[in-house]
């Protein structure tokens, strides 16, 4: 079955500590996203890339770095400058030059701090 | 930008219909998303709004007026199961082809026996 696949679904980070949340989808998407979701807000955007080799940052990139390598594949990085990590992370991917192109999402991963 | 207006919070009772409005403040419009989001979970695209008017499929209907910059979702029937958070997300102009979107904060709908 198609679909974005998003682990680990819950990932604890200490002080100081870069952490990696993996994306991939086979849905042979172009355009993949990471949203940050905290309690009671909307999707904030953090990056976006549109194809391999090529991303562009959103609203709240400071503190995070993605790769994209392949298509299939989209993975973000927390690195230790980002002072407040604590959210629920996700992933999303879309395919371009539709009508709607509405996005699909991954189950997402729940980051702590230790 | 954009400004995505949505209520915090609202509850209905089993088998009632209860409507969910958003109002958004932009400098163009490309288009309306409404998605469905249970706690933990992945959001999962309900609707699509480009032109006025309502558009029904099932339970849920979906209604856009762009010259009062207002939408609301329209959930019949109400069940258990529909107890969740409701996102409202514009599609941004700005970004070209790359067609972002902006999301409101969510409606956290609760429905009750």
Known sequence: DGGITQSPKYLFRKEGQNVTLSCE???????????????????RLIY?????????????????SVSREKKESFPLTVTSAQKNPTAFYLCASRMTGTTNEKLFFGSGTQLSVL | GQNIDQPTEMTATEGAIVQINCTYQTS???????????????PTFLSYNVL??????????SFLSRSKGYSYLL???????????????????????????????????????
């Open chain 1, 25 to 43: 989808q086979n849905l042979n998407h172009d355009a993949m996203y990471w949203y940050r979701q905290d309690p009671g807000q909307g999707l």
């Open chain 1, 48 to 64: 976006y890339s549109q194809i391999v080799n090529d991303f562009q940052k959103g609203d709240i990139a400071e503190g995070y």
């Open chain 2, 28 to 42: 163009g419009f490309n288009g309306l998303f409404w998605y469905q989001q249970h706690a933990g979970e992945a």
């Open chain 2, 52 to 61: 006025d008017g309502l558009e029904e499929k099932g339970r849920f209907s």
């Open chain 2, 75 to 113: 959930l019949k029937e109400l069940q258990m199961k529909d107890s969740a958070s409701y996102l409202c997300a514009v599609r941004d102009p700005r970004s070209g082809s790359a067609r972002q979107l902006t999301f409101g904060s969510g409606t956290q709908l609760t429905v009750l026996p």
